[in-house]
Nanobody, 114 residues
Framework: QVQLVESGGGLVQAGGSLSLSCAAS???????MGWYRQAPGKQRELVAD???????NYADSAQGRFTISRDNAKNMVYLQMNSLKPEDTAVYYC?????????WGQGTQVTVSS
C-alpha cells in the first residue's frame, strides 16, 4: 500500500544541520508518520512522530533541536535536525503506522563528526 523512501542523510560536523525527507508512494492521510533511528549495537528508537492533523511528539533527545513536519497533499514527511551531536549518528528510518499496518523505509545514514 505505502512505500517509503528516505533521503538527505550524510556526514555533518557537530553543531551543524541536516534535513531528511521521506517520500511516500501512497496516501499518508490516515497514518501517523514518524522518524526512528538505530545506532550500531543499539535498539531502534523513536525520534519524532506526527499525526495527520500535525500534532507532534519528540523524544527527549530530539526536543528543541529537531522538527518533524508533514505535507499530506504531497505525501511527504520531513525531519529538520539542528545542533547535531555525535550521539545523533545512526540510520534514520521513516515510518508510517495506523491501527492495521506499519511500513518502514530503507533508512538513510546520518553521521555526525566531533
Amino acid at each position: 500500500q505505502v512505500q517509503l523512501v528516505e533521503s538527505g542523510g550524510g556526514l555533518v560536523q557537530a553543531g551543524g544541520s541536516l534535513s531528511l525527507s521521506c517520500a511516500a508512494s501512497g496516501d499518508i492521510f490516515f497514518y501517523t508518520m514518524g522518524w526512528y533511528r538505530q545506532a550500531p549495537g543499539k535498539q531502534r528508537e523513536l525520534v519524532a512522530d506526527t499525526i495527520s492533523g500535525g500534532t507532534t511528539n519528540y523524544a527527549d533527545s530530539a526536543q528543541g533541536r529537531f522538527t518533524i513536519s508533514r505535507d499530506n497533499a504531497k505525501n511527504m514527511v520531513y525531519l529538520q535536525m539542528n545542533s547535531l551531536k555525535p550521539e545523533d549518528t545512526a540510520v534514520y528510518y521513516c515510518n508510517a503506522n495506523n491501527l492495521r499496518r506499519t511500513y518502514w523505509g530503507q533508512g538513510t545514514q546520518v553521521t555526525v563528526s566531533s
